[in-house]
């Protein structure tokens, strides 16, 4: 019934439908009227001039064979006669023309109220409904023994379109009212016609019938708005569901974007010598700056990423490389062994992702082992990618973390999380650290296609006590 039309335009859209249909019925109506009026106006003149015509003629003929002492009663007679004619035939047009008028003004109006549905222009539609039907029904009943009861269709025409004011509402509920209000009208001015022509009134089942049924179909049309209203606030309620996730996960990219970027400079430069930037330290500021200024890096950051190319020169191409390479520029050295094309197998998002994770990883090595050696061992499975970044430094206590350090909960743990992979870590003090980073891929099949695997849905809320170095 909505035809796929937004939520917020399915009430304006159904109001409108039920107005135009209703004015076309009513505009139907109207015409109607006007054809029986003149129809019916042409009839009875005509056959009132038959009558006064033979009327004139029988008296003549009755006047040549009586005495002469009844020609003077028989010329006031035919005299009489004559001038009762020619009343009736002056007055009748000008009742017709009245009325025709009117019905002309009524269909104005509504024609005015279909362009532009007002109330001023309802309430015009109104009274000029009322005068219409009042004329009408009062010079159609007025013709002798034409018919015996105000209930014949032929009557209720105007009070027919009267009543299809009810579609011109803004609501349903406005529109119940004014058809309300036209039937009552419609039905008074019909008895008072009525009376004032001595001609028995009835009560008309088409005007009745016209009624409730536009009644029906406005409260219908209510009911199943407060239906339409329960499904919108459901649908509202799943679209704030989603909004407070979208929000959640541009919270957490950004908390990883600011480990990413500012804080591990600003450590950096806290830990930098007193006097001007090596070269390293100047070059990934640089870098930072220059990631800082993508504005759309939060919002469309898988399109920033390329595919890797597949076989050998996958490693090359991939983005853990070049995270392995700038963690090198900063002074660390870092030996990578395993199944180094493997990662020709990740997805460009899991590509970038695991970067970032392993990045952070070196880069803890760097501000907290102690020592300026790391080694990464790259893992294949058929359904998943392992890369482990391990250190013989200092190593610590996972339970004595502080809650402030951002860098496994934020940019390592969430990142690989939201993946639908794991994070594992094995440290203690004095024995180094080493981390697992595990994310799902794409399983091969014999033939050489691909099928992905599904990756769970993460939107739990962050949790505090993680610990995190």
Known sequence: MTLGLPDHLVKRALSHALARAAHWFALTCLAASLAAIILLSLSTTATTATTATTATTAT????????????????????????????????????????????????????????RRTVALTIAYLVAGTVATYLYTLTVLGMPDLFPSSNVFLVTLPKLALVMVGGAGVSARAGVLWSTTAFVLAEAVTVYAAAQTEVPYGADVFTISTYLFLVSVLLLTVFVRREWSVQIALHRAMQTDQTRLLRHELDLRTLALGQDTTLQQLVALARAHPGPLSANLAGSIRDTLQTLRGTDWLTD??????????????????????????????????????????????????????????????????????????????????????????????????????????????????????????????????????????VPVAIEEPGGHTEPTEQPEHTETPDPERVAQ
């Open 60 to 115: 003549t003929a009755t006047t040549a064979t009586t005495a002469a002492t009844t020609a003077a009663t028989t010329a006031a007679t035919t005299a009489a006669t004559s001038e009762t004619a020619a009343t009736t035939l002056a007055t009748a047009p000008t009742e017709t023309l009245a009325t025709i008028v009117a019905l002309l003004l009524m269909a104005a109006v509504l024609i005015a109220l279909s362009l």
């Open 301 to 438: 950051a898988d399109a920033l990423s390329v595919e890797p190319h597949g076989g050998t020169d996958s490693w090359l191409t991939s983005a853990v490389y070049a995270a392995i390479e700038r963690s090198r520029d900063r002074g660390l050295v870092v030996e990578v062994t395993g199944d180094r094309a493997a990662l020709g197998r990740l997805s460009p998002a899991s590509d970038r992702e695991l970067s970032l994770a392993v990045q952070q990883c070196l880069v803890n090595v760097i501000l907290h082992s102690g020592i300026v050696a790391a080694e990464v061992v790259i893992e294949s499975e058929p359904s998943s990618i392992s890369l482990m970044v391990m250190d013989a430094g200092r190593g610590f206590t996972e339970s004595e973390t502080g809650a402030d350090r951002l860098g496994l909960r934020q940019a390592v743990r969430r990142r690989i999380e939201r993946l639908g992979g794991s994070v594992s870590i094995l440290t203690r003090p004095g024995a180094g650290t080493s981390v697992m980073l595990s």
